[in-house]
């Protein structure tokens, strides 16, 4: 009993009981670890919401539209502001938001003119396997590379108000506009848009798509 009193000093047990104290606080190093990768996270979140912004809605200049016939016309493309414009000389009759191919290159650049018109084309490559039923067995698929499964057929995505540009099929159309490039190549364009566009060219009409 005297070896225990005499070894163990009041200051030595303060000593002992503060580093217990501590030894039970959360690490302040570990709280930093958890808010540091929090930030990632939210930031790529944030990246992610920018990209699916809306695009600035179309806009129509009346005066020209009514000016507008398919022998007087011409559209440019800009890949970059996501944009195609119908023309009637240098005057903007109709600018409106585009989606083009989602990978760089698959909407092709150059001078082109328009080939084909067709109001209910349907894509040659992409498309759905059905039944006999016509319920889809596979959606989202590509001729290039699956296979109809047994008992169904492919019936080809709807590309209403089509305008061919290229022989192996990119084109202008109706679809979805996500507010980025996401398409297979072809230049997407708001459902009420695209026929007023289509009425207003011919085959034959020059579509410039660039930067």
Request: glycine fraction near 10%; aromatic fraction near 4%; proline fraction near 8%.
């Amino acid at each position: 009993m005297n070896f225990t009193s005499s070894r163990i000093t009041p200051s030595l047990a303060i000593a002992v009981i503060l580093l217990l104290c501590i030894a039970g606080l959360p690490s302040a190093r570990g709280d930093n670890n958890v808010t540091a990768a929090a930030t990632p996270a939210k930031a790529q979140m944030k990246h992610a919401n920018e990209l699916l912004k809306k695009q600035d809605p179309p806009k129509v200049v009346p005066r020209l539209m009514d000016m507008a016939t398919p022998d007087n016309t011409h559209v440019i493309v800009s890949l970059t502001k996501q944009r195609a414009y119908l023309l009637v000389g240098e005057e903007i009759a109709l600018d409106t938001p585009i989606s083009s191919g989602k990978r760089a290159g698959m909407t092709p650049s150059g001078s082109f003119t328009v080939l084909e018109k067709d109001p209910n084309h349907r894509s040659s490559i992409f498309g759905d396997f059905v039944d006999g039923s016509g319920r889809t067995v596979r959606g989202g698929v590509s001729l290039k590379i699956d296979s109809a499964p047994s008992g169904t057929h492919y019936v080809g995505a709807s590309m209403k108000w089509f305008m061919r540009l290229t022989q192996d099929g990119v084109g202008m159309h109706v679809g979805i506009l996500p507010g980025y490039p996401a398409s297979h190549g072809c230049v997407r364009l708001p459902v009420d848009i695209a026929p007023l566009i289509y009425a207003k060219v011919k085959v034959g009409t020059p579509v410039e798509i660039g930067p």
